[in-house]
């Protein structure tokens, strides 16, 4: 194993970050996440997505900020170490695919200087490794303009330790049950509904 790579799945850790420098929201980046992490995405950007031929796309939410937890949302919960797959990486495609922005929103600290750095890491490896884009992490790039408050000013959190999140309880540790928040996010909008086979089996 590289000095590289985490002993929790052999993924390669992105080492070679970049830094977003916007309206100081300083977090450092794994190179395959840099994109997505820089892009502006003000109010102006907010725009309806377009599902041409999918069902119910009229009823579908505009682009939207999602702040998502890591451990035992993402990933079995196993912190340090990143857990087991629990389902989450479909979902999470399928919501970049909607139009809809990805913030990492964890407890795993990673600002420059940070010597708790190496805790971020390997999350941030498991969503190189599943290509899912992220647009920042632990913040949002421009709301220092109207706010001072740490909180990512998001419009949906996703967190195991949410109140009334669904959740798959057969364990000693509980984690999200990402069936369950796959019926929501299309109950809700967030994603559109799924669209039948075009011929029979």
């Known amino acids: 194993m590289s000095e590289n790579q985490t002993p929790a799945d052999g993924v390669d850790t992105p080492r070679d970050t970049a830094v977003i420098r916007d309206s100081g929201c300083e ?21 309806s997505p ?30 340090p170490g990143v857990g087991r797959e629990i389902g989450a990486a479909p979902v999470l495609h399928d919501l970049v695919a909607a139009g809809h922005y990805l913030v990492l929103w964890t ?64 364990d000693e540790k509980p984690f999200v049950d990402w069936d369950r928040v796959r019926e929501y996010l299309i109950t809700e909008g967030y994603l559109p509904e799924p669209t039948a086979p075009l011929h029979a089996p």
């Open 107 to 170: 407890v795993r600290s990673g600002a420059m200087g940070d010597p708790n750095a190496d805790a971020l890491l390997p999350a941030l490896a498991w969503f190189q490794k599943h290509r899912i884009p992220l647009h920042s992490v632990n913040c949002l790039p421009g709301q220092k303009d109207y706010s001072i408050s740490p909180k990512v000013d998001a419009h949906l959190y996703i967190d195991n330790k949410g109140l009334g999140i669904p959740l798959v309880e057969d």
């Open 27 to 47: 977090i450092e980046l794994g190179e395959g996440l840099k994109k997505a992490a820089v892009e502006d995405i003000g109010a102006k950007n907010f725009e």
């Open 50 to 79: 377009k599902h041409f031929g999918v069902r119910g796309a009229w009823k579908l939410k505009p682009k939207s900020v999602i702040a998502l937890d890591f451990d035992g949302t993402c990933v079995y919960p196993d912190y």
